[in-house]
């Protein structure tokens, strides 16, 4: 995204993806409707929608003890009262074919960056690696958009801190049947959690376990952990026999950090190489393109100029920071109020009595869909059309 924004700008942008095509199984899936607004201020909302997608505007808690709590986008003041369900293979190859049409874009596939080329205290590249070797590539300024592991935030040495979310989580799909309802749909038993997001035609499950507990899973075996679905999840007792073997269980390991400084000379992180996100309401993907708009609107014209100062990226981590320290902050109180003590629970599950009264309560039940649809602040594109 942030390259596709500085290109539309002129500026001439190379993206290094490592990896020759974007199949991969993602998770993040979700488009939600500050994105789906950026879309739209570029133009793009209408082609995007035309792609294979399903829309769901209503959030679903319920309880093994037959109580049941529901949260609605449909009242939020937007365009696009929904979050949009597109694999996110299909949304990086539709806006890598969109960034195409600019003369300023340019992608290299099966190329990883490696490491940064500094001088002096100053990115002044990238090294990359492909089939012929490695490779040196000069560049104004640097943007590590390489994710949560990312090997340029390492290189810079940049200072970071660490929370400790009480959970990691088993991913795997069952089938879904038409007549179900279209809602990300939230699941809770005793000691048991799961998170059933709409994919159409299949159900991906997130099952949560206490941080650490994946060996101890899967060492009770492959039946048990079907029985442990079904008894958090009942609607699905029919289809967890569809959960075949281990390997059809993937797990995603739980972190949660922030860098403290998001820059250096020549180098800037963003998304999660700058801030990786707890997968709490599925807010991480609008996040980082959050950041890559702001990232877009502040530094266009002074690399368009030729020169970018550490002033202009501090710049991009002052208009971010705020938000993102705020969403983290949420997530780790709904994970300390909420997760883990359902999680370490041995009695029949209860929904929370305030979650029931925000529910509930007309004035109050629109935040925290308002904050997983728009985050604390939405950014808009600030930058020109001149690519």
């Not at 059809?248 to 801030?275: C, S």
Request: proline share 6%; glycine share 6%; with cysteine.
């Amino acid at each position: 995204m942030v390259a596709y924004l500085l290109a539309r700008a002129g500026v001439s942008v190379l993206v290094l993806e490592k990896h020759g095509d974007f199949l991969r199984d993602f998770r993040g899936d979700t488009i939600h409707p500050s994105t789906l607004e950026i879309l739209d201020e570029l133009g793009l909302a209408d082609r995007f929608l035309a792609l294979p997608h399903s829309k769901v505007s209503t959030i679903e808690l319920r309880s093994t003890s037959e109580q049941s709590v529901a949260l609605s986008l449909s009242r939020l003041p937007t365009k696009f009262p929904y979050i949009a369900f597109v694999p996110q293979w299909d949304f990086l190859e539709f806006l890598t074919a969109e960034a195409e049409r600019l003369p300023a874009f340019h992608l290299k596939r099966n190329a990883e960056a490696v490491d940064l080329i500094q001088s002096g205290g100053t990115v002044t590249g990238v090294r990359y690696a492909d089939q012929s070797g490695a490779h040196d590539v000069t560049a104004a300024l640097v943007i590590g958009a390489d994710g949560r592991t990312s090997r340029t935030r390492e290189a810079a040495a940049l200072p970071r801190v660490e929370s400790s979310p009480p959970m990691d989580v088993f991913w795997f799909r069952v089938s879904r049947r038409r007549d179900e309802p279209e809602a990300v749909a939230g699941r809770i038993g005793a000691g048991k959690l799961c998170v059933m997001l709409n994919r159409g035609d299949y159900w991906q499950v997130a099952y949560l376990i206490p941080k650490g507990g994946a060996d101890a899973t899967r060492a009770a075996g492959i039946d048990a952990f079907r029985r442990d679905v079904a008894s958090v999840a009942p609607d699905l007792s029919d289809r967890v026999a569809e959960i075949r073997e281990w390997n059809d269980v993937k797990l995603l390991t739980v972190r949660a950090d922030r860098l403290t400084q998001w820059y250096k000379p020549g180098y800037l992180a963003i998304g999660d190489a700058a801030h990786a996100m707890s997968p709490i309401g599925g807010v991480g993907i609008n996040v980082a393109i959050h950041d890559a708009v702001v990232a877009a609107n502040v530094l266009w014209r002074p690399l368009r100029n030729g020169r970018v100062t550490e002033a202009d990226l501090a710049r991009v981590q002052q208009r971010r920071e705020r938000a993102v320290r705020i969403i983290q902050a949420f997530q780790s109180l709904v994970q300390t109020g909420f997760l883990a003590p359902t999680l370490e629970s041995t009695r029949p599950a209860t929904i929370p009595s305030i979650v029931r009264f925000v529910a509930k309560t007309p004035i109050l039940r629109d935040i925290p869909p308002r904050l997983i649809a728009f985050g604390i602040s939405r950014p808009h594109v600030e930058s020109p059309t001149l690519g």
